[in-house]
């Protein structure tokens, strides 16, 4: 009798714990809460940078989520809005905000250039000049001759200035003094 009530209490023990410890998660999205120093909570864990986007990707990877709804958007930062989105846009989900009851897509307030490089144009790219000698003791490069102009072909580098090294006296070698070694002693 009494290894079946034991049995019973240590299986409502682990039911309750978790229930307890279970991801916030609601609708596909994990439920993130704003905490001091710029650091969130998200059911008995409070995280940092670093630490969200780990929790993000494992639940990403194991439970699927689609997105991450910022709770209480009204007392976040700029910073924990920032960190959310772009959390969310390196894991690919979808990003939310609370604002008084009501959710809504959560607009980066901060957002960082993404614009790619804009693209080579072969027709636009100018000659490169030799670059200027950098002593007198450098030699011009030899100026080269302009490749014929086409559609597909850049322009070839300038050669690089050769330069010659400068010119040193050599520093005499002082000879060491040798201690006399002496013959054995039998």
């Known amino acids: 009798m009494r290894k079946s009530i034991a049995a019973a209490v240590a299986v409502l023990s682990l ?5 307890f410890a279970r991801d916030p998660i609601r609708d596909g999205r994990l439920q993130i809460s704003p905490a001091k120093n710029d650091r ?34 009204d007392k976040s ?21 609370d604002l ?20 080579l144009d072969n027709t636009t790219v100018a000659p490169v000049a030799p670059a200027a000698p950098v002593s007198g003791d450098t030699a011009p490069a030899p100026a080269a001759a302009p490749a014929p102009a086409s559609d597909n072909a850049m322009p070839a580098p300038a050669a690089p200035p050769i330069q010659t090294p400068p010119a040193t006296t050599p520093t005499p070698a002082v000879p060491t003094p040798v201690p006399e070694s002496k013959p054995p002693e039998h």
Do not use: R
């Open 15 to 19: 039911v309750a714990v978790s229930a």
């Open 40 to 73: 969130f909570e998200a059911a008995e864990y409070t995280l940092g940078k670093a630490e969200l986007y780990g929790y993000v990707s494992d639940l990403k990877d194991t439970k699927k989520i689609t997105g991450i709804l910022l709770m209480h958007g």
């Open 77 to 97: 930062t700029d910073m924990q809005k920032h960190l959310i989105a772009i959390t969310a846009k390196a894991q690919q989900i979808e990003a939310f905000i």
């Open 100 to 119: 008084d009851g009501k959710v809504q897509p959560l607009v980066d307030p901060t957002p960082t250039p993404d614009a790619p490089p804009p693209a």
